[in-house]
């Protein structure tokens, strides 16, 4: 028997060299991770016809960055407020102020405020996940896209690397300067810009809209994900994609108009004005 002749090869080592092969071919997670960046329609492609390969990983880098996150900014932001705090502390009357001082000492503890914000982190961007993935499911099914849950999710999961590189940035800028960002959306880029920033909802609307580098690589990654995953043509993925992101900003809109709204008709509830 020729062991260089396939045809002299049994079923079963036939079987264990296409294993073998299947194993060697197989990407490592970081592999796949640094392919998101540098090889997007390839790493999506291959996850896709890979499905044992499991979302994990970007999974658990979203929870390590958002842990580190919650512990950055919970003690710069309150060492910020009481800063603040004590400059209107110096304008009030000695008695006032010790009533104010007793009841700041009384406050919830760093350790409490860090884990609040890490709990609500985690719940938001689980529900983000979810309503990522529902949405663009049933938006892609309407359109005739042959795609399952599970293959959805998988994919809004793993296309959510450059919103985790922002993330990373934001967190490593407020380790080292030991300040929290002034303005947040478009608001940041107009301020970055040296360009006047409107008030009252006009502001809050521009700070809600998250419309930046990292969300538009994160937007042409999703638009790829759906053309994998679903099988709809270009166009259709691309109206998927777009169409989602339409409707997310405009429902992160809806808080600050609901509050413009309740000012409007119940100007005392904007506070003393001067």
Known sequence: MDPQDPSSLGPD?????????????????????????????????????????TWLAPVILAILLVTAQSLVT???????????????????????RAQIEGRMHQGPSLPLLAGTM????L???????????????????????????????????????????????????????????AHQGLAAYLAALGQPLPAGTSYALLSQTQLDLFALWNLMLLALGVLITTGLSRVKALVVATGYWALAT????????????????????????G
């Open 118 to 121: 890490l709990v609500g982190g």
């Open 250 to 273: 405009a429902l992160g809109l809806v808080p600050a108009l609901v509050q413009q709204f309740f000012l409007s008709r119940f100007p005392v509830m904007g506070g003393p004005r």
């Open 13 to 53: 080592q036939v079987q264990a060299d296409v294993v073998g092969v299947g194993a060697r071919s197989e990407s490592s997670t970081p592999n796949l991770l640094w392919g998101i960046v540098v090889q997007p329609v390839r790493t999506l492609t291959y996850l896709h016809d890979c499905p044992q390969r």
């Open 74 to 96: 919970v003690p710069v932001a309150n060492q910020a407020a009481a800063a603040q705090m004590e400059e209107q502390l110096a304008q009030m009357p000695i008695d006032q």
């Open 123 to 181: 719940i938001g961007l689980c529900a983000r996940w979810l309503f990522r993935s529902g949405a663009i499911h049933l938006f892609s099914l309407g359109l005739g896209g042959r795609n399952r849950f599970n293959q959805v999710f998988s994919m809004v999961v793993w296309t959510w690397v450059p919103l985790l590189v922002r993330s990373l940035l934001q967190t490593l800028y407020i380790a080292f300067s030991g300040t929290l960002p």
